[in-house]
């Protein structure tokens, strides 16, 4: 049995992974609109990825006999004026996610609940690729996203990543 206030953490982390899920899908097609489709194919694969996550989640309360409680997941509400911005929005919302993460881990860590801790190393070290990933992209597209034909090499470039699923076993 798992602390109360660390289950319900950890429900809390099963919606924000899937809003997650949600904003990314919304990012996408922002960019399948914009006929950007290396950049849909990406973020349309770190929407399976977030989707992943929230399973993880939810495969650990249900493990350790926790009730799992699926809340609504918020809408995701962006205006995106030029192809940046959704880059810029994606690596923000990362930040959010690993300080969700490390507020999880501080709790365990507090309760002395060394099974959680463990289970969290895992998103912690994902934590620092999902924010190198979606920074990398900011940085990418400064220097050759406002090039029309590095635009076409960039898109390209998103549109070669493929989903391989996520390497945490309970
Ligand atoms: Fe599930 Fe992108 O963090």
Known sequence: MLNKDIVAKINKQINFELYSAYIYLDMSNYYSDSNLGGFANWFRIQTQEERDHAMLFMDYLLYNGEKVVLEDVKAPNFTYTDFRQPAAEAYAH????TAAIHDIYAAAYDVKDFRTMQFLDWFVKEQSE????TDEIIKRY?????DAKGLYLLDAELGARVYSPPSLVL
Request: proline share 0%; net charge negative; no cysteine.
């Open 94 to 97: 990362e930040l959010k996610v």
């Open 130 to 133: 999902e924010e190198k990933n």
């Open 142 to 146: 400064d220097l050759f996203g406002n």
